[in-house]
């Protein structure tokens, strides 16, 4: 496995214009990466973020079998209307992970909801309630502890992930992945290299991590 990947902040696939003012998908090529170098035609792919649905997008291209949870109802029934297996998209919360009827999984890529230090609403519900820096990482390590539950023998979870400079400087990527790395073994990270000047989704950075981890002892 490659450390550091040199790739272009972009898209390929087109979405509503509803959801361009916000488009933080993952791109395409980094998704697709991952993808192949952790399974095989046939293996179930799993985004617990799914968004605008790259993730399942890509796996159904690549002849893996996906799912998804996503929170926000429009997002869900959006990308429910474009993939095939539909029924393996699940309109939910993340936070209970066990609520839902997923199989086994051989291979997880997401990227959560990022939230900065100085924020006071919650990203992992839509920002409806109130919620601080120290809640939501306890929020994450529970959703990975519950995640465990689905996860193949030897299996590997990719998560992407930035620091962020916005409103001072947040370590996400750091504590995101010392909450995992208590659940999961950590395996490395792969740098994400951005080409082309810093848009508003870089986070004031040109560069974000892939965070790799495995379901070993």
Same mark, same amino acid.
């Given at each position: ?37 952790? @399974? /095989?035609?046939?293996?179930? %792919?799993?985004? !617990? *973020?799914?968004? &605008?649905? #790259?993730? +399942? ?76 820096? @120290? /809640?939501?990482?306890?929020? %994450?390590?529970? !959703? *990975?502890?519950? &995640?465990? #539950?689905? +996860? ?66």
């Amino acid at each position: 496995m490659r450390t550091f990947i040199i790739c272009k902040r972009e898209h390929r696939l087109e979405i509503p214009e509803k959801f361009k003012e916000y488009d933080n998908r993952s791109p395409e090529e980094v998704v697709e990466y991952f993808i192949k170098e952790f @399974t /095989k035609p046939g293996d179930t %792919v799993l985004d !617990i *973020f799914a968004g &605008l649905g #790259t993730t +399942l997008i890509l796996a159904e291209k690549l002849n893996r079998v996906p799912y998804g949870i996503e929170y926000l109802e429009d997002r869900c029934n959006y990308v429910t209307s474009i993939i095939k297996n539909k029924e393996n998209m699940i309109h939910g919360d993340t936070r209970k992970l066990l609520d839902y009827n997923l199989p086994p999984i051989d291979f997880v890529f997401t990227s959560p909801i990022f939230m900065s230090k100085n924020e006071t609403r919650n990203p992992l519900n839509g920002y409806k309630t109130e919620g601080n820096y @120290t /809640k939501y990482l306890n929020d %994450v390590q529970k !959703i *990975f502890t519950d &995640l465990k #539950t689905f +996860l193949k023998p030897h299996s590997y979870i990719t998560v992407m992930v930035s620091n962020l400079k916005t409103e001072g400087l947040t370590t996400l990527a750091w504590d995101i992945g010392k909450t995992i790395s208590d659940i999961m073994r950590f395996e490395g990270e792969v740098i994400i290299g951005w080409e082309g000047p810093r848009d508003r989704e870089s986070f004031g950075y040109d560069h974000s991590y892939c965070l790799v981890f495995s379901n070993r002892q």
